[in-house]
Nanobody
Framework: VQLQASGGGWVQAGDSLRLSCAAS????????MGWFRQAPGKEREFVAG????????VYADSVKGRFTVYRDNAKNILYLQMNSMKPEDTAVYYC??????????????????WGQGTLVTVSS
């Protein structure tokens, strides 16, 4: 599985940004996808996740109501729509794929493949 994240950039507080994660290498009907982020000096944390086959996504409390994760099956792309952004959203964002556990894990160690990360900076 290869994952390519993109879409990061610099925005002001209150703005929106959409991240993309292009996935390739296998069929994706039975995997779980996640978005994580890592701010300087902090551990990598779960942001949002969903099963590629569908169903209800899971969100971290810090982004619930502001971020939306969804996918385009035809293009094999996972998205993270980020609205009402805050300075505390500043981080490197990673997409990841979990092939071993059929639940939306919030634990980075349970994800098998990672994209390269894309930097998001939110100024106040």
């Amino acid at each position: 599985v290869q994952l390519q994240a993109s879409g990061g950039g610099w925005v002001q507080a209150g703005d929106s940004l959409r991240l993309s994660c292009a996935a390739s290498g296998r069929t994706f009907t039975s995997i779980v996808m996640g978005w994580f982020r890592q701010a300087p000096g902090k551990e990598r944390e779960f942001v949002a996740g969903m099963k590629w086959s569908g169903g209800s996504p899971v969100y971290a409390d810090s982004v619930k109501g502001r971020f939306t994760v969804y996918r385009d099956n035809a293009k094999n792309i996972l998205y993270l729509q980020m609205n009402s952004m805050k300075p505390e959203d500043t981080a490197v964002y990673y997409c990841a794929a979990n092939l071993r556990f059929w639940h939306i894990s919030t634990t980075p160690a349970q994800y098998d493949y990672w994209g390269q990360g894309t930097l998001v900076t939110v100024s106040s």
